[in-house]
């Protein structure tokens, strides 16, 4: 609800004139998110469902700086309430630095124990082949090879 109101703020500032910079922000895998191991196990599980991509920090930053740089300073952004727009909420859709969100055929909530059980199995693979191998050698020894 916060952020839909947020929405809702920039779409009516824009209209009474005044330059708005609203652009969404990709998953990022900053402390605060990342302390939820939950979270953090879905995050590296996450890149397996192509076009998902989970930025660093430092990454998410620099893009929404430079975003944030252009809204204010170039006169074609949609920023600009001089430039007519379709629909207000094109207003979040042209800057949005999304991370694949919006082109992937899965949405987040879907795949989340799939990123998480993913992300497991990749961590365990070195574990699993030498439990196999040394479940190889015992019954090889067993059978008498």
């Given at each position: 609800?916060?952020?839909?109101?947020?929405?809702?703020?920039?779409?009516?500032?824009?209209?009474?004139?005044?330059?708005?910079?609203?652009n969404?922000a990709p998953?990022?895998?900053t402390?605060?998110?990342t302390?939820?191991?939950?979270?953090?196990?879905?995050?590296?599980g996450?890149?397996?469902?192509k076009?998902?991509?989970?930025?660093?920090?430092?990454?998410?930053?620099?893009?929404?700086?430079?975003?944030?740089?252009?809204?204010?300073?170039?006169?074609?952004?949609?920023a600009n309430?001089?430039?007519?727009?379709?629909?207000?909420?094109?207003?979040?859709?042209?800057?949005?630095?999304?991370?694949?969100t919006?082109?992937?055929a899965?949405?987040?909530?879907s795949?989340g124990?799939?990123?998480?059980?993913?992300?497991?199995?990749r961590?365990?693979?070195?574990?699993?082949?030498?439990?196999?191998?040394?479940?190889l050698?015992?019954?090889a020894?067993?059978?008498?090879?």
């Open positions: 609800m916060a952020k839909r109101m947020q929405h809702w703020r920039a779409i009516i500032a824009r209209s009474k004139g005044c330059t708005v910079s609203s969404i998953s990022t895998s402390a605060s998110v302390q939820n191991r939950t979270f953090a196990w879905a995050y590296e996450m890149p397996y469902f076009p998902y991509e989970i930025f660093a920090p430092e990454t998410s930053n620099s893009v929404m700086s430079a975003i944030l740089f252009n809204d204010l300073n170039n006169p074609t952004s949609v309430p001089n430039i007519p727009l379709a629909n207000p909420n094109q207003l979040f859709s042209y800057g949005g630095f999304h991370g694949g919006w082109r992937c899965y949405e987040i909530d795949i124990e799939s990123s998480v059980l993913l992300y497991f199995s961590v365990a693979a070195p574990y699993a082949l030498a439990i196999g191998g040394l479940g050698a015992v019954g020894k067993l059978l008498g090879f």
